[in-house]
């Protein structure tokens, strides 16, 4: 079993910045990728940012592209998200998520049944 934390939500005030974290841990586990999702409660998580493991290639979603970034630190475990210029709209609860192994020429990070795990959330506010 693998767990994830994540931390560093929190109130910020439009324009500002905040740093999320994402620490994976557990018995003899994998990593393929880790990535951010967002929620509202009562509608769809969607997708926010991932970034495989080995190579570290990234992905964004358009509503983010140029203001979040994502990195990581495998000697941890651990994923980061980096979110600046942020806007009232980015307010969410945010998740981050663990996939074990290479899923086939169809995966794309983007997709909530690609992940293998989750975490607790963290809410982002961002007021106006």
């Known amino acids: 079993q693998v767990q994830l934390v994540e931390s560093g939500g929190g109130l910020v005030q439009a324009g500002g910045s905040l740093r999320l974290s994402c620490a994976a841990s557990?018995?003899?586990?994998?990593?393929?990728?880790m990535g951010w999702f967002r929620q509202t409660p009562g509608k769809e998580r969607e997708f926010v940012s991932t970034?495989?493991?080995?190579?570290?290639?990234?992905s964004y979603a358009d509503s983010v592209k140029g203001r979040f970034t994502i990195s990581r630190d495998s000697a941890k475990n651990t994923v980061y998200l980096q979110m600046n210029s942020l806007k009232p709209e980015d307010t969410d609860i945010y998740y981050c998520?663990?996939?074990?192994?290479?899923?086939?020429?169809?995966?794309?990070?983007?997709?909530?049944?690609?992940?293998?795990?989750w975490g607790q959330g963290t809410q982002v506010t961002v007021s106006s």
């Open positions: 998520g663990l996939v074990k192994a290479y899923r086939g020429s169809t995966y794309s990070g983007t997709g909530i049944d690609e992940y293998d795990y």
């Open positions: 557990g018995r003899s586990f994998s990593i393929y990728a």
């Open positions: 970034i495989n493991w080995i190579g570290g290639r990234t």
